[in-house]
């Protein structure tokens, strides 16, 4: 059975730690047990926004798709401009852990003048294993645009995890 | 004055020295440990800390979570939780629940358990949830470049977090693993080697990966923190792997699954396999 002991002492060693951003210590002569428990980490840091970039809409519903690479697609009838990105976020923590990651699959957006539109969201890989410089993952999707759609700034909030098993 | 401006100077200094790392935005975390096991009444704490460059209020909450047969974890609703599911949401306590941090700031999280009398034994366990709470200014769109006329521009806000699981044990559980077919297959994001893991007993198990070629020192692949929960009996463990990788665990490999390091490292279950 696994034990999980710790003590409140070394948790405070450890946050003293993280919060001189584990500079070196600062050195004293005495003599004693020093004891300090490094706790495993993950660190989760977002670098880049999904972003869809301008869109103008025609006559009839289309799409506009953004791969997990940030490349787009821009469907017939749409006038596309500025450029795409995939978001991506950068995951940190023990070299070889297995982090899954995910998240919604799709969001609304609400534009500022009335109208929604609809977004998929895909994303990059399901699991990541960490290297010794971490790991990432994107988030690609494809965005219905519909006929005519109202014109204005669409916001919209999705959720994404990553999780250690 | 020329006395103000030193202070200040040595003010920035202080507060921009250690803060030389890219921008990042609003809500980046650290969370440590990784995972909590509780066997008793004893609780432990958990560090969060806003690894970000500017403060961010995160909540912290416990969610239920399911393992899949493919190894990935499904949310569940909580009117859909089972009542052994509900009984570990109970029985965890944590505090605080929201917390304000200013950049690289961390933050204890106390996390107690309480047993009530009568508990069945077994392993219960929900997932703890670190997630920053978006500003409400956050929302607006970067694109300044809309054309006059008729444009639409999107802006697509992540409200992204971390989750660690807390289990606690109540009695005393055992559990074995099997390790079955290994194989790598093509998947939509590249190759991935894939193996099957079996799991009886009557609580998770949790370890390491490590495939070796026979007469060959260096592993060809380590996977840490691979676990099997009680609600399945069985997974499929896919990871991705870049190409060259994956032609090489083609062939005869020795798979070893073993316990965390933190105790011990025991071997689970190893065995030979031929890697189609």
Redesign the interface.
């Known amino acids: 059975?696994?034990?999980?002991?710790?003590k409140?002492a070394i948790?405070g060693a450890?946050?003293a730690a993280?919060?001189m951003?584990a500079?070196a210590a600062h050195a004293a002569t005495a003599t004693g047990t020093a004891t300090a428990k490094i706790?495993?980490?993950?660190?989760?840091?977002?670098?880049s926004?999904?972003?869809?970039?301008?869109?103008?809409?025609g006559a009839t519903a289309s799409t506009v798709a953004v791969t997990t690479a940030g490349a787009r697609t821009c469907g017939a009838g749409l006038t596309c401009?500025?450029t795409t990105t995939a978001?991506n976020?950068n995951v940190a923590?023990?070299?070889?852990?297995?982090?899954?990651v995910?998240?919604d699959a799709n969001?609304t957006?609400n534009?500022s003048l009335g109208g929604t539109?609809a977004?998929t969201l895909t994303y990059?890989?399901?699991?990541?294993?960490l290297g010794a410089t971490g790991g990432s993952f994107q988030?690609g999707?494809t965005?219905s645009?519909g006929a005519n759609?109202?014109?204005?700034?669409?916001?919209?909030?999705?959720?994404?995890?990553?999780?250690?098993? | 004055m020329p006395r103000l401006f030193k202070g200040f100077g040595l003010f920035f200094a202080l507060a921009f020295g250690?803060a030389a790392l890219?921008v990042?935005?609003a809500?980046?975390?650290?969370?440590?440990?990784?995972?909590?096991?509780?066997?008793g009444s004893?609780g432990?704490?958990v560090?969060l800390?806003n690894?970000?460059a500017e403060p961010a209020t995160y909540r912290i909450s416990l969610e239920i979570?399911r393992?899949t047969a493919?190894?990935?974890?499904d949310e569940i609703a909580e009117e859909n939780v089972s009542p052994a599911e509900r009984t570990a949401l109970d029985m965890i306590a944590f505090s605080p629940r929201r917390v304000t941090l200013p950049p690289?700031?961390?933050q204890?999280i106390r996390v107690g358990v309480r047993i009530p009398e009568g508990t069945p034994p077994g392993e219960y366990r929900a997932?703890m949830?670190f997630?920053a709470v978006?500003d409400a200014a956050a929302?607006?769109?970067?694109?300044s470049?809309?054309?006059a006329?008729?444009?639409?521009?999107?802006?697509?806000?992540?409200?992204?977090?971390?989750?660690?699981?807390v289990i606690v044990?109540v009695g005393?559980?055992g559990a074995e693993a099997v390790i079955g077919d290994a194989w790598v297959a093509e998947t939509p994001?590249g190759p991935a080697f894939n193996f099957d893991l079996t799991r009886s007993g009557n609580r998770s198990v949790?370890g390491?990966i490590e495939v070796t070629r026979p007469g060959a020192p260096e592993p060809l692949l380590?996977?840490?923190?691979?676990?099997v929960?009680p609600e399945v009996a069985a997974r499929q463990v896919?990871?991705?792997v870049p190409p060259e990788l994956a032609a090489k665990l083609k062939g005869p490999v020795h798979i070893r699954y073993s316990e965390?390091r933190?105790?011990g490292g025991g071997t689970i279950d190893e065995a030979d396999r031929v890697v189609k």
């Open positions: 059975m696994r034990k999980f002991g710790m409140r948790v450890a946050i993280l919060a951003n500079s706790l495993r980490q993950i660190t989760l840091t977002n670098t926004d999904l972003q869809y970039a301008t869109i103008i809409s401009t500025g978001a976020f923590g023990t070299d070889g852990a297995v982090v899954l995910g998240g969001v957006l534009g539109m977004s990059s890989a399901a699991n990541i294993t988030v999707g965005l645009v759609q109202t014109a204005g700034d669409y916001t919209g909030t999705f959720n994404v995890t990553a999780n250690y098993q | 250690g890219p990042q935005a809500g980046d975390l650290l969370v440590a440990p990784t995972r909590v096991v509780l066997d004893r432990t704490e560090v800390n690894i970000g979570k393992m493919v190894g990935g974890l690289n700031q961390p204890v997932h949830l997630r978006p929302a607006v769109p970067s694109d470049s809309k054309p006329g008729g444009g639409v521009s999107i802006a697509l806000t992540p409200i992204y977090g971390i989750t660690i699981p044990r005393d559980l994001d949790y390491d380590i996977a840490r923190g691979i676990a929960y896919s990871l991705r965390d933190e105790i």
